[in-house]
Nanobody, 124 residues
Framework: QVQLEESGGGLVQAGDSLKLSCAAS???ASWPSRGWFRQAPGKGR?????????????GYADSVKGRFIISRDNAKNMVYLQMNSLKPEDTAVYYC?????????????????WGQGTQVTVSS
């Protein structure tokens, strides 16, 4: 099993930046791929960003491309999401997830483990 815990969410104004962190524990070597997803009120959970096990490959949703950066520190079992130029439409609960793959994947069904989420609220 893998345990994931997100942190770093909060209330910010449009145009501000925020950095989310995801701490992993357990059998992390068997679930190396990581992703960030988000869910706004009344909407489904959507893909935000993904990173491969080694960190050399990343992918982003079109809505965040150029504004968000996903990274990881495998020595610390951490994954990060740097969010810049935040918009009110970025408001959502952000989830970290782990998949048993080496590559980055945007497909929600590939992810077996999820964190509890952290709230990000962007005011206009």
């Amino acid at each position: 099993q893998v345990q994931l815990e997100e942190s770093g969410g909060g209330l910010v104004q449009a145009g501000d930046s925020l950095k989310l962190s995801c701490a992993a524990s357990g059998r992390t070597a068997s679930w190396p791929s990581r992703g960030w997803f988000r869910q706004a009120p009344g909407k489904g959970r959507e893909f935000v960003a993904a990173i491969s096990g080694t960190g050399d490959n990343t992918g982003y949703a079109d809505s965040v491309k150029g504004r968000f950066i996903i990274s990881r520190d495998n020595a610390k079992n951490m994954v990060y999401l740097q969010m810049n130029s935040l918009k009110p439409e970025d408001t959502a609960v952000y989830y970290c997830a782990a998949a048993p793959l080496r590559v980055a994947t945007a497909r929600k069904e590939h992810y077996n483990y999820w964190g509890q989420g952290t709230q990000v609220t962007v005011s206009s």
